[in-house]
């Protein structure tokens, strides 16, 4: 059985035309984003650009939220996030933004209220580290970044 999580958004003051994350489907596993910009924005190719949602969160400790890209805008223009996914962490109590990142070869506008990105939660395992001086051994060993070959 899927636990049930109380997440909450605070739409921040001056956002009210934006609707608060919505998923397009029952089951999809992302609640779409939409830009607050106040004028449209252009993103030159190879440019960042840090896009405001308009929404604060607070979810239980258990959860993290991570912001993704949307796939249609990857394919379609280049555009994705440069610090994907972008960690919103249970106690960030700020605005949620997007570091937008347009790879293509064409500008790309912002209109406010485009979905640009996507939120998906997920719970996090609780970790404690503790320094050791020795790891046990395995079959990799130190192997890594590609040691097996293509
Ligand atoms: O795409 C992102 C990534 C982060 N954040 C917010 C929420 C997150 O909880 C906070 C800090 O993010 P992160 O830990 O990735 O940034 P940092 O560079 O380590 O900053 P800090 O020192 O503030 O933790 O910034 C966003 O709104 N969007």
New binding site residues.
Partial sequence: MHLLYNVRIQQLPGNDDLSIPERMSESAAGFDLQAAVMDETVLEPGERVLIPTGIALEMPEELEAQ?RPRSGLALKHGITLL?SP????SD?R?E????LHNHGQEPFSIRRGERIAQLVFQELPKVRITQARELSATERGSGGFGHTGK
């Fill in positions: 912001v610090n972008g960690t919103i962490d960030y700020g949620v933004k997007v570091i």
